[in-house]
């Protein structure tokens, strides 16, 4: 039986580290054939195509690095003996690359990102087991018109849904709301539930000038005025619960509207999503009407990812806020 072929893209991350006796530390070291060497068994389900794209660690992705691996994934989904895309990846910075992709590429293949907790020096080294399990994603034909895929620990997520949610579990990456889209059991992908078809934001250019701040109890405007006077070109803000922020705030916030700043409003909160239910000062309802966008469900940093590639489209306030908005029942 012809068997499919999966590309498998190697940016760096702990998947591709090893400790450093020099130094005591993991450094990235290994290069994608010296990973997939440890894959035992995966020429079975499938034909692997590697290319090394980089050796970096997840804090070191930059703006410009995504827009590469945007392209080089594009080029490789546009190759018909290619069955789908696996891009291997730092866990630190996993899902904003993952919901990057997810928004810039549309594409009927299955894109999985991809990644490990653990180092190939330490015990229970995770890599192998999470690539193959992401080859075996790749391949089904449940995975296609799901958009970007994230697999780690046989837990199969929406790049939409997923957050890394703890410094050293191997199951890190979870959907906190809806729980995993499926598993892979057996070497099969078992789909949970259905999803709704994701958003798509088609350009080539994004705007790495785009801030985000946490919001915590007494804070003032100094912050916001400080990304304003550097010259920011979007703001997105990490309010308290259902998107209210500090008074001492306010006046910040008017203060990037009056220049023509988006400032989007998401919650600290790791589920549920912003509305303009209170009215007092600073709150949901006031902010609505200054002019902020509201982000729905997103944590901070897959608002600033998708405030990135909104402005990377466009300048216009009002259609930056329909990208934001017009799915989010806000109208």
Avoid: W
């Avoid at 498998?8 to 530390?25: E, H, K, L, N, Q």
């Avoid at 993952?98 to 590429?105: C, G």
């Avoid at 550097?230 to 910040?252: D, H, L, Y």
């Avoid at 966008?293 to 608002?303: C, D, P, S, T, V």
């Amino acid at each position: 039986m012809k068997k499919d072929t999966v590309a498998i893209v190697f940016t760096g991350g702990t998947i591709s580290m090893t400790i450093d006796p020099r130094i005591g530390a993991a450094i990235p070291t290994l290069s994608g054939e010296q990973i997939m060497s440890m894959v035992t068994n995966i020429d079975k389900i499938a034909n692997i195509k590697v290319f090394n794209f980089s050796e970096i660690p997840g804090p070191h992705v930059t703006p410009e690095i995504l827009i590469k691996l945007k392209s080089q994934v594009e080029k490789l989904l546009a190759d018909e003996t290619i069955t789908g895309v696996v891009v291997t990846h730092g866990t630190d910075s996993l899902e904003e690359t993952a919901y990057f992709l997810d928004l810039a590429i549309e594409s009927e293949k299955p894109v999985i990102v991809v990644g490990a907790m653990r180092s190939s020096s330490e015990l229970g080294y995770d890599g192998p087991s999470n690539l193959a399990a992401a080859v075996c994603t790749a391949v089904s034909e449940k995975a296609r018109n799901k958009g970007v895929l994230i697999v780690l620990n046989n837990e199969v997520n929406t790049a939409f849904e997923s957050t890394k949610t703890n410094t050293l579990s191997l199951g890190t990456f979870k959907s906190l709301t809806y729980g995993p889209l499926g598993v892979i059991d057996n070497d099969k992908l078992i789909i949970h539930r259905n999803i709704t078809p994701g958003q798509h934001i088609k350009t080539d250019t994004i705007e790495s000038d785009v801030d985000l701040i946490k919001c915590v109890l007494g804070m003032d405007s100094k912050l916001l005025k400080f990304c304003v006077d550097s010259g920011s070109k979007g703001i997105v803000i990490e309010a308290m619960g259902r998107g209210n922020i500090p008074p001492k705030m306010v006046e910040g916030v008017q203060y990037a509207i009056d220049r023509n700043i988006p400032v989007v409003i998401v919650s600290r909160c790791p589920a549920g999503r912003v509305l303009d239910t209170y009215g007092y000062e600073g709150a949901g309802y006031a902010l609505r009407k200054m002019g902020c966008i509201f982000g729905g469900e997103l944590n901070g940093q897959k608002a600033r990812i998708k405030l990135m590639l909104a402005l990377g489209l466009t300048s216009n306030i009002d259609e930056i806020r329909n990208i934001f908005e017009k799915d989010e029942y806000y109208n």
